[in-house]
């Protein structure tokens, strides 16, 4: 049975059993600074189990693109040298959320397995967690597990947790027993490492709130989340031990032979892993680069690169493997396809870059390994190759245990944290770490003026804390409430004046430790001290000038978006009074008829004078409806992207805007419906309309046929509304929320209850 087979079969099997097939979140998780790659298939649904999101199904089943390369799931040292580890993977999953349990959930992973792909029943193990009988039950009496493929493992194995507070459970995990032609001995014994007994699916049952103190309470609904490898089932159903021999893998590995013209080699597994997972990456938007997600991205490419080269690949070849992946893939993630264009010249481009000092790099470990007189590499020379030459750890890591040699990792250390040291701004008031016990967060005050009072509730001489200052010099101050803009988002911080009964002085910057803002001041005359109101006014004109720039960087971002590519990524900004800097991720250098075109963007929307309002945008409602993208279109910026790339705009707003605006959204030939009209007619352009051919029509509210029509269409295709059912004696209580707009979209009356 082929991969893709496989995964059909998955999703068919669990949308028959009233699952909703959910898309593949990506590989940048959303609204989650916790995680530097999605990781499992639970993380699109984290906020569903913790219970600060709803969505309107209680079942799901996903296929998730998975990278685990980084951070605390950090797989990549061990590609190359196991028979299943790689950098990308998928997982398979089904998840309840308060809907079925234990019981159910165990029977539908078991029929799938043995029913719907057909292994033998009696090479499947299963291991419990040590205390969870019911699960042990279930296996023993409801399915017909033999006892002795029964296996009880402790919480390390077999208990999972969001984090250290939060919803955990047991587990139940199912192991395929691939023949003692292999090593290794079943789950939980001595000798469990070995390749001949493999977990191929997980079952965690969400079932207890862990406080802080590590006492466990019952959830009032209990949920699942599962996830079965597709990779080693696939191996399963294959009849292979190693994943690198499914259909998964042979065609990548036969083309990077081919490429390189080296057949055999263990290091085509390896690239053929990493080409999956750089591609995956680039098409979800990454970029390489020295820090954060980009720096992982190019830790892979350059160990690919680096397999490769040491096979004989002294010019490009990485890249090339993209059209074969492509090939491969390209059903079940479309946007392989969309993005292979951008994805070759990306990892070309860094091929190039990389290749050029590889050689050099190369030839100087091996001198330093020469002189060696222990097994260790010093750390001083792993750094300098990692400086020098862009030589990430694990690279060079990946280099000695081929050697059978270690690195010192202290050493290396050290030397990296001395750099760090080295490397830190000039400024010493944006270095320092003050003493900020029992200070409330600060209360910002500057969206809405620029003069306020504050009272003095901490301050210091420099990192001293004190609790009066009365000399002429430097000082820093925190106040409980401000008008002064800490610096954040690229754009620096305010500056001003600052006055009381017996003081003023200027403030020359203000950042922000935590969520409590640090002025940096400096007392011209008199005394200021704790507990003190002080008047704090901000120059309006570098506050104006620096918040114009800020805007301006949004308009910039989306005009680099609109004619380089949805690839751009902000990565990183300097905004003051005079003038910013923008940083973006992109492949190769801007031509000169691009930045032409970004310029004529940004003068365009400048010159409109468009209004900036601020917008609680309803991403999370989004996506769980179903959406595979979301843009507020409240900010001029956020339309600049979508010009000229709809086919048909449905307006369900009734309300004054500027119509002109969405027409221009429009394709040739493009059409815009409007369903319900403002108050004030619409002022549309003939042009808007003309130029691109666009049609604009509308639909009134209809009668009963045209209702009928829509009400059999949303039943046909499962379309429902997201409302809050209610009894008929909580309609006083519904009607209170109205009123004070506690209410999300619409209240509905279940009317077997009056």
Known sequence: MLTSEIRAKFLEYFAKNDHEVIDSSPLIPANDDTLLFTNAGMVQFKDVFLGTDKRPYQRATTTQRCIRAGGKHNDLENVGYTLRHHTFF???????????????????????????????KDRLWISVFREDDEAAEIWSSKIGIAPDRIVRLDEEDNFWSMGDTGPCGPCSEIYYDHGDQYEGTPPGSPGDDGDRFVEIWNLVFMQFNRDAAGDLTPLPKPSVDTGMGLERVTAVMQGVNSNYETDLFLNLIKAS??????????????????????SFLIADGVMPSNEGR???????????????????????FLHTLVAPLVQEMEIAFPMLATSQSLIETTIHDEENKFLETLEKGIEILDKEIKKM???VIPGEVVFKLHDTFGFPFDLTADIAREQDLTLDQKGFDICMAEQVKNSKSASKFKAVQLDLSSIADTNFLGYDRLTAQGKTVGLWDKEVRIDTANKAKEYLVAFDQSPFYAESGGQIGDQGVFSGNDCHGQVLDCIKQGKIFIHKIVLAEGSISLNDEIKLEVNAALRDSSAAHHSATHLMHAALKHVLGNHVEQKGSLVDATKLRFDFSHPKAVSKDEIKEIESLVNMHSLNNSKVTTDLMKLDDAIAMGAHHFISTKNAENLLPLVKSFDLILNTVSAELDINDYLNLLKLDGTLVVIGLPGKPYAVHAGTLLNGRRSLSGSMIGGIPEMQEMLDFCGKHNIVSDVEVIKADYINDAYERTVASDVKYRFVIDATTF
């Open 373 to 375: 007189t222990s097994q």
């Open 257 to 278: 032979e081919k490429a390189i013209k080296s057949p055999g080699e263990p290091s085509h597994k390896v690239i053929a892993d990493h080409i999956r997972s750089v």
């Open 90 to 120: 998928e997982m398979l999953g089904n998840f309840s959320f308060g809907d079925y349990f234990k019981e159910h959930a165990i029977e539908l992973a078991w029929n799938f397995l043995t029913k719907e792909l057909g292994l033998e």
């Open 294 to 316: 980009g720096y992982v991205l190019r830790r892979i490419m350059r160990r690919a690169i680096r397999h490769g080269y040491k096979l004989g690949a002294k010019k490009p």
